[in-house]
């Protein structure tokens, strides 16, 4: 009761303060809180479930047709329901029996989270906040999608050999309805690429089927399809209740994937494919040409799948070519994995510049090497003060570049043309390129996921790229043999520009390798800065707490926080029980159960797993952090763009190992086998209470953290090893440790008096090592092409590959019939060629043989002559015989 009297009166009290919280979500108000950590802190308001809303489920499709409902705020059956999405896309909702609003997600051509508002009144008011997460189809969990049976027979429907029915099923619950429609709807963009005029266009076609039975399953047999429809080559099909009208929107639906629409083409597809692609391919090839190349733009790939796959702040697995998931590589036939660059390209053709006697020079917020002094006389000129923002796709000639002054706080939006790269590798690890194999790695004119600020192309979602740079695969390379129209357009990067990333690893009690290799071991109380760089704008902060045990002198690392520039700011921590990873997104608990992947402002997160994630920013920069056993293990990788820029617990990367260790003012550590002095400098890296990042929202870390100085004093650890015979641990911390040469496992065990922990302190430092491995440089003498006429053995270009030459019958190689990749970057010998034998050489011996005949027996009949000439008669012998 006496709870219960509190509660009112505490309720009593905000109404009389004005203390709630609709239109404050997301506030710390004086006597209440509509701030996300309030439920766990037991502040919150009284009405801050009413007006700051959960949904159930929190995600659905891009395309849209997910049927949600609002948790804990109760309506009655009179409310009318209406939706707003992104401040701006309204749908209508219901209240059902038990009195929760649902309302049904719509199409947004953009992923991620989007602001969602609610209102009861039928859009008059809109009083309750939220959030909803757009996701794109091809992330999208297979059970809440409709399924192409045999997806590969309805891209190739129509083509030689390839007929029949057609198949698709679905799970029935996720559509409310005995009888369904199913409906194909298309898409496409209209307008001039590039400019204001560009548009996405999704929309209903027609019916396949009315009033079928919803059990999970419907085929039929396609047919080509009336009134111009047959035009539209991309789309999906829909599931959805068949009480609605035909091409109704915004209605509870089940999608299939986007896929090349073969199975309903015109009749001249089905007569002829080959001639019909052909001509498609051809008119692709004219547009290709005459819209500006996007090549210069995209970064470079990996030289080899080991340096794919680790390089996870700049490159993610292709949901359609995993190595993991059993290697179905459609588009890219004879690769075993491939991967995305996770961010649009960046813009080549910005530069920036001071004029004589401005305050900015090139700001570190200028592009890497893009540097420049200004012409005389200058181009025209933009100039940025701080907090402004500039959309390069509004700004950046493509001919040529745009110089721009810039002030502190100055930040670039998205990239020009925002176009992605793929990379795909063979089952040697070599990444297979175009010249050598139809499934080569391909870049992209419209990214597959997207590019902020996402809406039109070439930034819609899937849908840009389906239609720049699938269907016209379909066109030139599946449906008919003229790839060499598409990879003329679509060449493969090869690495030779690709520059590794550099890592550093805390784990264990905790330990820490810093970007140029230093070992070392900090074992503070508090929180502490791991990385900052005031050029990239990058904070990442690690918060240490003892290790269990009141004995035990060691600490472990239990959250981490990170944000860059403006980005929305993640943390990662030990959940409760030490049994699963927990993400904050903005102090908010985020949910992985439906999604694996997440589109934040700023940052991606990814968590395939409750015990793996790994957070992906602009720049390029990839934090990977592992739960192992007790402790986290996390993972730092920085692209060279950060080289002597960062600063922090793990050091300063510039390749310089003496500097790493220094203290936050810039002093060198002077002894780094000293511990007392490593602890020492770790204290000096205490997070100021300012720039905290880290979510406070339970008493323990509020007094733990956040009312005390951020680094505890009173907490001395154990420096040292203890050297005791008769430690019951000796045996376990020998067997484990046994060739370790470093002495981190045998710390975690005997001071930490863990041997699990020791055994993951183990695996973490191992799996650190092999990681520096696997991103070591490599070096790339770049695609050799065959010769004219000729051919070639060997497709890989990387240090000490050989590639020999041979030519077609007929024809003589000249050149080196062998080149060696070396270690200046340059192959060895000289360019082979085929040529045709020279006719020259046979004529002039044929002349020479012949006139040396000619002379030969000219010389024959002179010599003859003479000899006849000098021969006497019969009958003047006889006289001088006689005379004698």
């Known amino acids: ?50 007006f700051c809303i959960d949904v159930v489920p929190h995600s659905g499709s891009i395309i849209g047709g997910t049927d949600f409902y609002i948790l804990e705020a109760k309506f009655n059956q009179t409310s009318q329901i209406v939706c707003r999405f992104n401040n701006e896309t309204d749908t209508e909702g219901y209240v059902d029996d038990s009195g929760r609003a649902h309302c049904i997600s719509p199409l947004l051509y953009q992923t991620g989270w989007v602001p969602l508002h609610v209102s009861s009144d039928n859009g008059t008011t809109f009083s309750r906040s939220g959030a909803w997460l757009s996701v794109h189809t091809g992330k999208l969990s297979s059970e809440f999608q409709a399924l192409l049976v045999n997806s590969t027979k309805w891209q190739y429907y129509g083509t030689p050999g390839v007929g029949g029915y057609l198949q698709m099923t679905w799970n029935t619950t996720l559509v409310n309805a005995d009888k369904v429609n199913i409906e194909l709807w298309g898409y496409r963009e209209t307008g001039e690429p590039y400019s204001d005029s560009w548009r996405g266009e999704r929309r209903y076609l027609y019916s396949l089927a009315r009033d079928q039975p919803n059990n999970g399953s419907f085929s039929f047999l396609p047919k080509t399809a009336e009134n111009g429809f047959a035009s539209w080559e991309v789309g999906s099909v829909r599931v ?63 030289c080899t799948l080991a340096q794919a796959r680790a390089d996870t702040g700049r490159f993610h697995t292709d949901y359609g070519c995993d190595i993991e998931k059993g290697s179905v ?49 200058p181009p025209p000129t933009w100039i940025f003060k701080p907090g402004s923002s500039i959309n390069r796709s509004l700004s950046v000639s493509a001919t040529s570049p745009v110089f721009l002054i810039m002030t502190a ?91 590794t990333p550099n890592s550093a690893v805390v784990f264990g009690d905790p330990h820490f390798i810093t970007f140029d290799g230093v070992p070392y071991s900090f074992n503070g109380k508090g929180e502490y800065t791991l990385v900052t760089s005031a050029d990239k704008q990058l904070t990442i902060q690690g918060r240490t707490e003892p290790v269990d045990g009141s004995a035990i002198k060691a600490t472990k690392m239990s959250a981490v926080a990170m944000r860059e520039a403006s980005s929305d700011v993640v943390e990662v921590r030990l959940g409760s029980g030490n049994n699963r990873l927990e993400v904050l997104h903005n102090q908010k608990l985020l949910s992985f159960d439906e999604q694996t992947w997440m589109d934040l402002q700023g940052v991606f997160v990814f968590s395939p797993t409750p015990s793996n994630v790994t957070v992906m920013f602009p720049s390029g920069a990839g934090v990977e952090v592992r739960q192992r056993g007790e402790t986290l293990t996390t993972t730092v990788l920085l692209p060279e763009d950060f080289k002597d820029s960062t600063q922090g617990l793990l050091g300063k990367m510039n390749g310089d190992a003496k500097d790493d260790l220094a203290f936050s003012n810039g002093q060198l550590v002077k002894n780094q086998s000293d511990p007392e002095e490593l602890f020492n400098f770790g204290a000096s890296w205490a997070v100021p209470n300012a720039s905290a990042l880290f979510t406070y929202d339970s008493d323990y870390l509020r007094e733990t953290y956040y009312l005390v100085p951020r680094h505890d004093p009173t907490f001395i650890p154990a420096f040292s090893v203890p050297e005791n015979p008769e430690d019951p641990l000796n045996d376990q911390a020998a067997e484990i440790c046994a060739g370790e040469s470093s002495p981190f496992c045998r710390y975690d065990i005997l001071v930490g008096r863990s041997p699990s922990m020791g055994n993951e302190t183990r695996r973490s430092l191992h799996s650190h090592i092999t990681l520096v491995e696997h991103l070591k440089p490599v070096i790339s003498c770049g695609w050799l092409a065959p010769p004219n006429n000729g051919k070639k053995q060997g497709t890989t270009y990387l240090q000490g590959a050989k590639v020999q030459f041979s030519c077609n019958d007929g024809y003589t190689l000249k050149g080196s019939a062998e080149r060696v990749c070396q270690e200046n970057a340059q192959w060895s010998g000289e360019e082979a060629t085929c040529v045709v034998p020279s006719k020259l050489p046979g004529i002039l011996a044929g002349s020479i043989v012949g006139a040396a005949t000619l002379i030969l027996i000219i010389t024959i009949i002179v010599l003859q002559f003479r000899k006849q000439k000098r021969k006497p008669s019969k009958s003047e012998d006889s006289s001088i015989t006689e005379g004698l």
Not at 18 to 29: D, F, N
Not at 353 to 364: D, E, K, N, R, V
């Open 1 to 50: 009761m006496k709870k219960l009297t509190l509660f009112f009166l505490l309720m009593v009290l905000c109404r009389t303060h004005g203390e709630m919280c609709e239109g404050k979500c997301g506030e710390q108000l004086d006597s209440c809180s509509c701030h996300p950590t309030c439920g766990s802190l037991k502040s919150c308001c009284s009405d801050y479930k009413e």
């Open 329 to 377: 590589c459609t588009y890219h036939p004879g690769s075993v994995h491939c991967v995305r660059a996770i961010q649009a390209s960046s813009s080549a053709n910005l530069k920036c510049f001071a004029l004589p006697g401005s305050i900015p020079a090139c700001l570190p917020a200028c592009l890497p090497g893009l540097c420049s002094a200004a012409p005389s006389p």
């Open 409 to 499: 706080g100055f930040t670039l939006d998205s990239p020009q043309y925002a176009a992605g790269q793929q990379c795909c590798y063979d089952k040697t690890g070599a990444q297979i390129l175009t010249g050598d194999s139809i499934g080569g790695s391909t870049p992209d004119r419209a990214h597959d996921w997207g590019s902020p600020p996402f809406r039109k192309p070439p930034r819609v979602p899937g849908l840009s790229h389906w239609v720049y740079d699938v269907i016209s695969f379909y066109y030139c390379c599946l449906w008919s043999d003229n790839c060499h129209y598409y990879f003329k357009h679509r060449p493969s990067s090869d690495c030779r520009r690709y520059q």
């Open 240 to 302: 959805s209740s068949s009480s609605h009208p035909d091409g109704a929107w915004n209605v509870q639906a089940l999608w299939t994937d986007d896929h090349a629409l073969a199975w309903h083409l015109e009749q001249k597809f089905k007569d002829n494919s080959t001639a019909w692609a052909l001509e498609k391919c051809l008119a692709w090839d004219q547009l290709e040409n005459r819209l500006p190349n996007f090549l210069n733009e995209i970064i470079d790939c990996p």
